[in-house]
């Protein structure tokens, strides 16, 4: 049976606060009625999403830092221990995360931990004393992965000298405008290029995880911060009843107002419509010859 993903957003509003990050617009938006999940509720969740017995990858990522909740650790175990839950990974800053948590996650052998390091300017929440920690995360963390969050090049390098320091792999992240939600990083506008085209991409198509809010919310992709993607609820339903085909068939109405068409750095011209309507044209095309033709004769 084919894998399922979910991105479970574990609280409603991030307090790192990074300036390359639109949680006004999150905050501001229809997120759902509870603010951060509880250990019962994910339960449900994953029961849901693994329905029929299906195998389940699990991403504690989102809109807001997974370590920012009391109960963080207690989730990790959960999806530890689920029988269908062959994987799970964390996206995080290492928010507040101490030495004796690192020891324990390292216990876990579902768990990857994928962890995003900057600095206090663009990342005003940034608990600096990860720096300390990373020894602690490389030596008691087999599957770890390191990503540079920076706009400024000049910071770049300066935060991969860290790294290094450490013998640490990086990769650079470089800062996208989510969907259209993110107007500006700092005195630097951000480009809202308007597609009025019918578009496509494989968050919705190939990928499929959905982004699940605290109250049970999906949302067709990471990238929606306006929370205008919904496509079901996973605390009430099952995977299968997930709503990607109403997302899909409004992407290739370019005037239907969805994130999709605000310069989404994953959206593609859908070429499928182009072909399809260039096939309706050359039937047109062929019947209109029939006919004058026959006329003719
Ligand atoms: S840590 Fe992640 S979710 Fe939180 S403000 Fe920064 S980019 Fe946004
Ligand atoms: S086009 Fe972009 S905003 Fe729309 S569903 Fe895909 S990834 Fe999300």
């Given at each position: 049976?084919?894998?399922?993903s979910?991105e479970?957003?574990?609280?409603?509003?991030?307090?790192?606060?990074?300036?390359?990050?639109?949680?006004?617009?999150?905050?501001?938006?229809?997120?759902?009625?509870?603010?951060?999940?509880?250990?019962?509720?994910?339960?449900?969740?994953?029961?849901?999403?693994?329905?029929?017995?299906?195998?389940?990858e699990v991403y504690f990522a989102?809109?807001?830092e997974p370590l920012?909740?009391?109960?963080?650790?207690?989730?990790c175990?959960?999806?530890?221990?689920?029988?269908?839950?062959?994987y799970f990974s964390i996206f995080t800053t290492g928010y507040?995360i101490?030495?004796?948590?690192i020891?324990?996650l390292g216990?876990l052998n579902k768990l990857y931990l994928n962890v995003h390091v900057g600095?206090?300017?663009?990342?005003?929440?940034?608990?600096?004393?990860i720096w300390?920690k990373l020894w602690a995360i490389k030596k008691y963390i087999p599957l770890v992965h390191f990503e540079e969050v920076a706009?400024?090049?000049?910071?770049f390098?300066?935060i991969n000298?860290k790294l290094d320091?450490h013998g640490l792999k990086y990769h650079f992240q470089p800062?996208?405008?989510?969907?259209?939600?993110?107007?500006?990083?700092?005195?630097?506008?951000?480009?809202?290029?308007?597609?009025?085209?019918?578009?496509?991409?494989?968050?919705?198509?190939?990928?499929?995880?959905?982004?699940?809010?605290?109250?049970?919310?999906?949302?067709?992709?990471?990238?929606?911060?306006?929370?205008?993607?919904?496509?079901?609820?996973?605390?009430?339903?099952?995977?299968?009843?997930?709503?990607?085909?109403?997302?899909?068939?409004?992407?290739?109405?370019?005037?239907?107002?969805?994130?999709?068409?605000?310069?989404?750095?994953?959206?593609?011209?859908?070429?499928?419509?182009?072909?399809?309507?260039?096939?309706?044209?050359?039937?047109?095309?062929?019947?209109?010859?029939?006919?004058?033709?026959?006329?003719?004769?």
């Open positions: 049976m084919a894998y399922r979910i479970m957003n574990l609280r409603v509003g991030c307090p790192i606060r990074c300036n390359f990050c639109p949680q006004s617009t999150f905050l501001n938006s229809d997120c759902g009625t509870k603010k951060v999940l509880s250990a019962e509720d994910f339960r449900v969740i994953l029961d849901n999403a693994s329905y029929q017995n299906a195998p389940i989102g809109m807001s920012a909740i009391p109960n963080w650790f207690e989730l175990q959960i999806a530890q221990s689920h029988p269908l839950v062959t507040k101490t030495v004796e948590q020891k324990a216990q600095d206090r300017q663009d990342m005003p929440g940034f608990d600096e004393e300390d706009f400024d090049v000049s910071k390098t300066e000298k320091q800062i996208i405008s989510r969907a259209g939600n993110l107007e500006s990083v700092g005195q630097v506008q951000l480009s809202h290029k308007k597609s009025n085209c019918a578009v496509t991409c494989d968050k919705v198509h190939e990928k499929k995880r959905p982004v699940i809010l605290p109250d049970g919310t999906a949302l067709a992709c990471c990238n929606d911060y306006g929370c205008e993607l919904k496509i079901g609820n996973l605390l009430h339903q099952k995977w299968d009843e997930l709503d990607y085909k109403k997302i899909i068939a409004m992407q290739k109405n370019a005037d239907s107002g969805l994130p999709c068409f605000r310069d989404c750095h994953l959206a593609v011209k859908d070429k499928s419509l182009t072909s399809k309507s260039l096939d309706l044209l050359n039937s047109w095309l062929v019947r209109t010859k029939n006919r004058l033709s026959t006329s003719i004769q």
